[in-house]
């Protein structure tokens, strides 16, 4: 009898864990999520400065948006966009992410402060994009600097002697004055990436090319002229954006979660200890900053914006 007794205990529980399982898998399968992904800094492959700062690569971007890809409980995803721009390539790869993603999932962008050149290349292909009135924006064009820092070597009694095989082998090297063929190689590149630009946000905004160019001259602009010019869709801040992208899910009262960013990162620390290395070698902040300064001129072109 106490056997039986057992037996009908175990297969009552058994049917209780089943029917808690069942409501378990039901309430997760009913969640409606926004994922929050918050994007800030200088877009780049990699590397970075000789001082502390937040980057955006490519690598990131494709970690948080699988996150939200893997998760059927998110219905659509929110960019915060904080940034001046950056490479060339890493742009274009971002935003080739995004809208590869967003063939599955809504993807809106909010835009804080400042989200130009590059910031609004990765912007552009969104479904939708909310500003504030006083983000700056827009900024679409690109930009190189070659620097000649052939009277610093002299100053500083460095001679150079350049081996080289291939004409333009040494064009990039900044120890002298590119010569005219060279400087139409160089602006034909720039015009190259140009014209992908304004292709982007010509398909991406619904816009004819002609009136991209207009637009494209490398100014920024605030959210509401943004919005006027058709650069963005909505004025409004996060909730705006987070209410935008439930629409386009067609969800209602969304719970909204917010994904974490990356840990302080091996490079950043490195970058950082190599400031410090600097200050312990003797060189004041003034040198710091000159080093700073000419790690940021870009032979590599780059979709940033110097505003």
């Known amino acids: 009898m106490r056997k039986v007794i057992t037996i009908g205990l175990i297969a009552l529980l058994v049917a209780a864990m089943l029917v808690t399982a069942g409501c378990l898998s039901m309430s997760l399968e009913g969640r409606n999520k926004i994922a929050v992904i918050s994007l800030s800094g200088t877009i780049t492959s990699g590397g970075g400065s000789l001082l502390f700062g937040s980057i955006i690569t490519p690598g990131l971007v494709r970690e948080q948006l699988q996150k939200a890809q893997n998760d059927d409980a998110v219905k659509a995803v929110v960019l915060c966009i904080e940034s001046p721009g950056g490479g060339v390539v890493a742009s274009q790869e971002i935003t080739k992410e995004i809208e590869e993603f967003k063939q599955a999932k809504p993807v809106v962008i909010s835009m804080g402060t400042m989200a130009a050149s590059g910031g609004y290349h990765i912007s552009a292909k969104a479904d939708k994009i909310v500003a504030l009135q006083g983000t700056q924006t827009g900024s679409i064009g690109v930009i190189a600097q070659i620097p000649n820092v052939e009277g610093l070597y002299e100053k500083l ?3 150079m002697q350049t081996f080289k095989a291939g004409k333009y082998k040494d064009m990039y090297a900044g120890v002298r004055d590119l010569t005219p063929e060279e ?5 034909n590149m720039i015009d190259e990436y140009y014209e992908q630009f304004v292709a982007v946000v010509a398909e991406g905004r619904g816009l004819s090319k002609e009136q991209v160019r207009s637009l494209a001259t490398g100014q920024l602009y ?4 943004a919005e006027k010019l058709g650069l963005v ?15 386009l899910a067609g969800v209602v009262s969304p719970e909204v979660e917010y994904y974490e960013p990356p840990k302080l990162s091996l490079r950043s620390l490195l970058g950082f200890a190599d400031a410090m290395q600097l200050r312990l070698l003797g060189l004041g902040a003034q040198d710091i900053m000159l080093l700073e300064t000419l790690s940021h001129v870009y032979p590599e072109p780059q979709y940033l914006c110097l505003g």
């Open 222 to 225: 605030t959210g509401t002229e």
């Open 157 to 159: 009694g460095i001679k």
């Open 233 to 247: 869709d909505e004025l409004g801040d996060l909730d705006t954006a987070i209410d935008l992208a439930a629409e």
């Open 183 to 187: 400087e139409e190689i160089m602006q």
